[in-house]
């Protein structure tokens, strides 16, 4: 039995880089957006579910059965869903050839593993559930269930179609015990959750260290380059289509559109704009044109070259009469390949490439170096990235300001209910808890005693003046 469960380990271990590369810009834009930052404690949070998620789908379908025609006869007995709980009972009692013992009721009995197995398989759900996204026992209950629902269905309609018949069984009480296993990983996360630093504080150191990270900045970078090539490709494609020929100025314009123009009239980039940035002058003013255009031209010759210097290459060897042979080189695998086209490239188009590379590294070991990160561009253009308020952010404003607000309404409500000379204190402690910093509100307001002719006479006051007060109630 553990040949069986070591296979889909390793087929979701050669499968993770792969998926992790893929959503890494995705789960990067996600991340800035939601906390401003990318930390350590939260990214490998992140992509530890990402391989454990992978891992769990990967136990439910492999080993994958080879397809051949008599494929529904040979998984007949699965063909139909177990809908009877507590089947499970009866598989263990006839695995254990109806005897009673340890070993053959529960130390060596397959049907005791498989449930063992299945409790096990959502329980780092409900850790992760809990410590990563702080869900309610509720919710991790709902989500283990239509997780454990998505499995048992990817079983019963053989990999959503991809058999013509399953090949596992839809077991009813495996649902119920995936379910419990999400629980069971809930609660055993409480502990777990104590011992580990939360995830927000390490959000805010980072923050605080850095307020504008470098991996933000670079996210907001791969994106606009992306989309700048999109658009200039799409361009020319629809002017290619429609007069035959794309003018050579339309990349040229969409650059300019796209890091000058753009930035002069809403502030920042569209991807500068997703990763919830905005440009500002180093003096405070206004961007004006010939700072955003020596900044977007600084851009282009330091950070993209080696882009350049690679679409250059590109468009050379589609446009020399030997492609296809040296296509079917590169199709080679190995070495050889590589070589190949290192060897069709000119000598000045190797110094290109090579060129671009040096001075992008180059930008990026300048832009580590420096106190603030500012990179070449930045600090020669004399316009930086600043922060706009990411989406925790906003949320603890808005509870923040309805805190403060209801602490007001509260004090002017009292004053008007009691109508004698608590009134002036309890609205001045509402002015207070409005003037007050978040932090303070967690304290309780005090109010400095009875206030008399003269103004408040302490925290308690003396017993005259608190007998008099008793007495005038």
């Known amino acids: 039995m553990a040949t069986a469960y070591l296979l889909p380990i390793k087929t979701a271990a050669a499968l993770f880089p792969l998926l992790a590369l893929l959503l890494l810009l995705p789960t990067a834009v996600v991340l800035y957006r939601r906390h401003g930052v990318m930390s350590r404690g939260r990214t490998l949070s992140l992509y530890g579910f990402l391989y454990y998620s992978l891992t769990a789908f990967c136990m439910t379908i492999v080993p994958l059965p080879k397809q051949t025609g008599d494929m529904c006869e040979r998984f007949a007995p699965v063909a139909h869903p177990q809908w009877m709980p507590g089947n499970t009972f009866s598989d263990i009692w006839k695995e254990a050839h109806h005897k009673v013992g340890l070993n053959s009721l529960v130390l060596q009995n397959p049907a005791v593993a498989g449930t063992v197995f299945n409790l096990l398989l959502l329980l780092p759900l409900g850790v992760f559930l809990r410590y990563h996204f702080g869900r309610s026992l509720r919710a991790t209950a709902v989500i283990g269930f239509v997780v454990a629902m998505f499995f048992e269905l990817t079983q019963w309609t053989g990999v959503w179609g991809l058999y013509s018949c399953p090949y596992r069984l839809f077991d009813v009480d495996d649902l119920i015990v995936n379910t419990a296993g999400a629980v069971v990983g809930w609660l055993l996360a409480g502990p777990v959750a104590r011992m580990l630093p939360a995830l927000e504080a390490l959000d805010g150191r980072a923050l605080a260290a850095r307020p504008v990270p470098f991996g933000r900045r670079l ?62 002058s180093d003096d405070g003013g206004p961007l004006v044109p010939w700072r955003l255009t020596l900044r977007a031209l600084l ?56 060129t671009g590379f040096a001075l992008t590294a180059t930008c990026v070991r300048k832009t580590l170096r420096h106190p603030d990160r500012l990179a070449p561009h930045d600090r020669i253009s004399g316009i930086r990235n600043a922060p706009l308020p990411h989406r925790r952010a906003k949320r603890a404003g808005a509870q923040d300001g309805g805190v403060r607000a209801a602490a007001q309404d509260g004090g002017v409500r009292a004053a008007a209910r009691d109508g004698d000379q608590s009134g002036p204190v309890t609205v001045a402690v509402a002015r207070a808890a409005d003037d007050a910093p978040a932090g303070d509100l967690d304290r309780p307001l005090v109010s400095t005693g009875p206030v008399g002719p003269s103004g408040p006479t302490g925290p308690t006051g003396s017993a005259e003046v608190q007998r008099s007060a008793a007495d005038s109630r």
């Open 299 to 354: 851009l282009g010759a330091l950070v993209m070259p080696f882009l350049s210097g690679l679409f250059l290459a590109m468009l050379t060897l589609l446009h020399e009469p030997w492609p296809s042979g040296l296509f079917a080189t590169v199709r080679d695998s190995g070495a050889q390949g590589a070589a190949a086209v290192l060897t069709a490239l000119s000598p000045i188009q190797l110094l290109a490439v090579m």
């Open 219 to 280: 996210t907001a970078l791969v994106v606009d380059v992306a989309g700048y090539v999109v658009a200039s490709v799409f361009a020319s494609a629809v002017m290619t289509y429609q007069g035959g020929a794309a003018p050579s100025w339309i990349p040229v314009g969409i650059f300019v559109a796209w890091f000058v123009l753009l930035p002069l009239a809403t502030g920042a980039t569209p991807g500068k704009r997703l990763l919830l940035l905005k440009l500002v």
